[in-house]
């Protein structure tokens, strides 16, 4: 079974810094796009950042300048390296994958780590 393990949230002053990450276990083949999503509360989930397995990025324009996304794919591992927090950054952030095992390839997701960024 496929899992992806959220860490790294927590509570920031504005202007500060905090580092998400997120790894994958469990029986598969590959991965492919790796990327984080927000939730702000009475919000729809928005995209963050993606990084394909070549290295591509690509970011929301809410946050580009300020975050960066980056993966070790020897640890099967994404981070979201966020500077500059703003209190409209507060959410919970979610991991996804798009993960190919046997015969398919099929997108996961994290449960979710909150990030409060206070004014």
């Known amino acids: 079974q496929v899992q992806l393990v959220e860490s790294g949230g927590g509570t920031v002053q504005a202007g500060g810094s905090l580092r998400l990450s997120c790894a994958a276990s469990g029986a598969f083949r590959s991965i492919n796009t790796m990327g984080w999503h927000r939730q702000a509360p009475g919000k729809q989930r928005d995209l963050v950042a993606t990084?394909?397995?070549?290295?591509?990025?690509n970011y929301a324009d809410s946050v580009k300048g300020r975050f960066s996304i980056s993966r070790d794919n020897a640890k099967n591992t994404v981070y979201l390296q966020m500077n500059s927090l703003k209190s409209e950054d507060t959410a919970v952030y979610y991991c996804?994958?798009?993960?190919?095992?046997?015969?398919?390839?099929?997108?996961?997701w994290g449960q979710g780590t909150q990030v409060t960024v206070s004014s």
């Open positions: 996804a994958a798009n993960i190919r095992q046997l015969f398919r390839a099929s997108d996961y």
């Open positions: 990084v394909t397995s070549g290295g591509s990025t």
